[in-house]
């Protein structure tokens, strides 16, 4: 028997603030106060600054002297980095999955897919952007190395609350459901070639709509 230790203030407080940016309920460059969410969450400002510098690691908090910390913001060249970063390591993955596990990568895939779309005629947009990071976590769950998983899992944060900021912009979440649809599909098929040209346009679209919401 397996007794789970309960989580320490420190991992509590992390869980609360990671989901909050994530959800984007603490909005890009917002100031964030120890004094005051140690007041919120009744808790000492010990967990707040230790949870505040596990989140900076994570890119989902800056941090400056004299200054304090705040919910990161992204310029251009950032959310460039994060998009070949991201096209990169999540095209390995999915390579990888196609060789080692093709059955359980479709199938996990066509599991969420079914989920998205109950979410999308719901109109849940937050289950929607959840089911949309788990969709992303599937290739890494299949693709057998551990290096990959854990160079995604440092920036999953960061990626998925850039998703919710996208989900604002017009027509962005369908166009988005419909390459979700096109990559199950690619990788049901087994064909590669196929998958890597959808998570191409999948993933530069978030590039050219961040930085046309950024002009505007």
Same mark, same amino acid.
């Given at each position: 028997?397996?007794?789970?230790?309960?989580?320490?203030?420190?991992?509590? =407080?992390?869980?609360?603030?990671?989901?909050?940016? =994530?959800?984007?309920?603490?909005?890009?460059?917002?100031?964030?106060?120890?004094?005051?969410?140690?007041?919120?969450?009744? $808790?000492?400002?010990?967990?707040?600054?230790?949870?505040?510098?596990?989140?900076?690691?994570?890119?989902?908090?800056?941090?400056?002297?004299?200054?304090?910390?705040? =919910?990161?913001?992204?310029?251009?060249?950032?959310?460039?980095?994060?998009?070949?970063?991201?096209?990169?390591?999540?095209?390995?993955?999915?390579?990888?999955?196609?060789?080692?596990?093709?059955?359980? &990568?479709?199938?996990?895939?066509? /599991? $969420?897919?079914?989920?998205?779309?109950?979410?999308?005629?719901?109109?849940? =947009?937050?289950?929607?952007?959840?089911?949309?990071?788990?969709?992303?976590?599937?290739?890494?769950?299949?693709?057998? /190395?551990?290096?990959?998983?854990?160079?995604?899992?440092?920036?999953?944060?960061?990626?998925?609350?850039?998703?919710?900021?996208?989900?604002?912009?017009?027509?962005?979440?369908?166009?988005?459901?419909?390459?979700?649809?096109?990559?199950?599909?690619?990788?049901?098929?087994? /064909?590669? /070639?196929?998958?890597?040209?959808? &998570?191409?346009?999948?993933?530069?679209?978030?590039?050219?709509?961040?930085?046309?919401?950024?002009?505007?």
């Amino acid at each position: 028997m397996v007794i789970e230790r309960p989580k320490s203030l420190r991992d509590l =407080v992390l869980e609360n603030l990671r989901e909050r940016i =994530v959800s984007g309920r603490l909005a890009m460059g917002q100031s964030l106060s120890e004094r005051s969410i140690a007041d919120e969450l009744q $808790v000492s400002k010990t967990p707040v600054r230790e949870a505040l510098a596990q989140l900076r690691e994570e890119g989902l908090v800056q941090i400056e002297p004299q200054k304090g910390a705040k =919910v990161f913001t992204l310029t251009e060249d950032e959310v460039e980095q994060i998009c070949d970063f991201r096209m990169t390591i999540e095209f390995a993955a999915f390579e990888l999955a196609l060789m080692l596990d093709p059955d359980g &990568l479709a199938s996990d895939m066509a /599991n $969420v897919v079914s989920d998205m779309t109950s979410a999308m005629d719901a109109g849940e =947009v937050h289950a929607y952007l959840d089911l949309d990071t788990a969709f992303h976590q599937i290739a890494f769950k299949h693709c057998g /190395n551990e290096y990959l998983s854990a160079s995604y899992e440092r920036y999953e944060g960061k990626i998925a609350a850039l998703r919710t900021h996208m989900a604002a912009l017009p027509e962005h979440t369908q166009l988005s459901f419909k390459e979700h649809i096109e990559l199950q599909k690619a990788c049901e098929d087994k /064909n590669l /070639n196929a998958l890597k040209s959808i &998570l191409e346009e999948h993933i530069a679209r978030t590039r050219d709509s961040y930085v046309q919401a950024t002009s505007e």
